[in-house]
């Protein structure tokens, strides 16, 4: 078959070699489909030239005279059909298809005189015309670049198999070189496959199958098996590397799978159109089953590429060493590489021939749909980004929630997870923790040392004032607590029901909770030993119950009372 190339490989290698000079002196000239008496001489004398190419090649068979046939073929086939109705996947293999049809079937029927096509021009010309005798009907283009240009329908494209069988063993009426097009583009191989003893198999590998030789399916078979075969040990020497491998190479090694899958569906597609030269259906299987393959390794490859971006800007050596950074830019790796991988399924679809915006409607409605059926989760996404965008609190922050208070463990998509003083791991949803007054105490960068100390009623004014003033140069004595014109503050506040109450207000430069621990009982025991020197003591709240006679109810009392 002189099938169209594929449309992102074999087309981009024919401009290639028609960029080097290859082939300049076959290229197509322009098409004059102006009238439907233009475009008929004009299909039946590009198919005159397309058979001297074709006879050039098998004389002297290579890739380059191969993709001359190739280009000049799809040209003609684009020129004069309505390829609307067809996949965008697999048009080109459809009009070289349908090239190989129509001139079978014109050159069975009757030449077409020139008093046969409609007279006028513009306006005045017909909308429709169709061929005397048969049911092929070119129609007039009326918007767009090619306005005016007339080309066989969609419809007469759409039946051409049809029309086919319907002169089939009907004599040649007009000199050709070909008798038989169709019969040529399934005996069709490229160049790489010329060495294969195709006349010596048995007969039964000749037979048509799908529209294809058994030959050429059998050999399609053992391509794709073999590169399955690869692709599976080439997939698991790669899990194995990945064991216990972290970060950035974790996401390295796995992104030559996704490379490889793409590489081997290409080459598959390569040999299949090029080589094989499958026709219609099976090419347009193959090629679609290709396309699939080809985007879904590439939304893998994305997928992967954004994580592998993300773990590459964490681990490295500008990057700053940030948990909470560290997770954000996870987060965004996983909404940029779920986002890139729907675009390029998206792209993929409509490509093979799914509307996009009909895959895009379904798409939002099942989304409203998802939305609905799971809005706490949706919630609980937000939440999470409303915490990476805020930033209370960070992996590994000490934080009070509610009634509750514990360390951050990881910040997910979904919740978070707080490890409290008691060991046991709290996995708190986003959207709840969104909505609390949240207390980060890792944040501080001082702690408030605030203390009350309950001095007895015995002792005396003088042992008071001696009292405070060593507490004050104790308390300021430390290293790790402020000095300021008002910190550190101890003043005698109050005269309480059974003490006189003395405030000790001042903080301290440690903001970790066990080194401020440490601080505190330092403090605190200088003051015992300040209260100690100065025989004060510490007042003892007490209660005095006075007996009463049997027919009185006891009644509390407290010191002075």
């Not at 560290?326 to 590489?337: E, F, I, K, M, T």
Request: with cysteine.
């Amino acid at each position: 078959m002189l099938s169209a190339a594929p449309k992102r490989l074999a087309l981009a290698l024919c401009l290639l070699l028609l960029a080097m000079g290859v082939g300049r002196a076959a290229l197509r000239p322009a098409i004059d489909t102006s009238s439907p008496a233009a475009t008929y001489a004009s299909f039946l004398s590009e198919a005159r030239r397309i058979e001297g190419l074709f006879a050039a090649y098998r004389a002297d068979p290579g890739l380059s005279t191969q993709l001359v046939v190739v280009r000049a073929i799809i040209g003609l086939g684009t020129a004069v059909f309505d390829l609307s109705d067809f996949a965008p996947d697999h048009r080109w293999k459809d009009a070289a298809r349908s090239v190989a049809l129509l001139v079978d079937i014109l050159n069975r029927i009757p030449v077409v005189p020139p008093e046969a096509f409609p007279s006028g021009s513009g306006a005045n010309a017909p909308a429709h015309w169709t061929i005397p005798g048969t049911e092929l009907t070119m129609s007039r283009i009326e918007s767009g670049p090619r306005s005016g240009s007339y080309v066989f329908s969609a419809a007469t494209v759409a039946r051409l198999p049809e029309f086919r069988a319907m002169v089939e063993g009907d004599p040649v009426t007009q000199r050709t070189d070909m008798s038989n097009w169709t019969l040529a583009q399934q005996q069709f191989v490229g160049p790489l496959l010329k060495w294969l003893p195709v006349q010596q198999l048995p007969a039964w590998t000749h037979a048509t199958l799908l529209g294809a030789p058994v030959w050429k399916l059998l050999f399609l078979l053992a391509s794709i098996f073999l590169a399955g075969w690869f692709f599976l040990l080439w997939n698991r020497w790669l899990m194995r590397a990945t064991v216990g491998a972290t970060g950035m190479r974790k996401f390295a090694l796995r992104l030559p799978a996704a490379l490889m899958l793409a590489v081997l569906t290409a080459f598959i597609h390569f040999i299949a159109s090029l080589q094989l030269v499958l026709p219609s259906p099976i090419g347009d299987w193959e090629t679609t089953l290709a396309m699939i393959l080809l985007y879904l390794s590439a939304a893998w490859g994305a997928w992967l590429t954004c994580w592998l971006l993300a773990e590459a800007m964490i681990a490295s050596p500008i990057f700053p060493d940030d948990l909470y950074d560290a997770n954000l830019l996870r987060l965004l790796a996983r909404v940029g590489s779920l986002v890139a991988a729907s675009v390029l399924i998206i792209y993929g679809a409509n490509d093979i021939g799914v509307p996009a915006v009909g895959l895009l409607a379904g798409v939002s409605v099942g989304g409203i749909a998802l939305a609905l059926a799971a809005q706490s989760t949706v919630e609980n996404l937000f939440g999470g980004v409303s915490i990476f965008a805020d930033r209370p609190f960070r992996v590994g922050d000490f934080i009070r929630y509610g009634e509750d208070s514990g360390t951050v463990e990881t910040i997910g998509p979904r919740s978070s997870r707080i490890r409290g003083l008691d060991g046991t791991l709290t996995a708190v949803p986003n959207a709840d923790l969104a909505k609390m007054q949240l207390t980060n105490l890792t944040a501080r960068d001082r702690t408030l040392f605030h203390h009350t100390i309950m001095v007895r009623y015995e002792t005396s004014r003088g042992q008071l004032q001696h009292l405070l003033a060593t507490l004050r140069d104790r308390v300021s004595a430390h290293p790790s607590v402020e000095k300021s014109a008002t910190l550190p503050r101890i003043r005698l506040v109050g005269l309480g029901s059974s003490s006189v109450d003395i405030e000790i207000f001042a903080k301290v430069l440690v903001p970790d909770l066990a080194g401020y621990l440490e601080v505190q009982e330092v403090l605190i025991l200088e003051i015992m030993n300040a209260v100690e020197d100065y025989r004060a003591g510490f007042a003892i709240p007490a209660t005095i119950t006075h007996a009463a006679p049997p027919s009185e109810t006891p009644r509390a009392t407290t010191p002075g009372a």
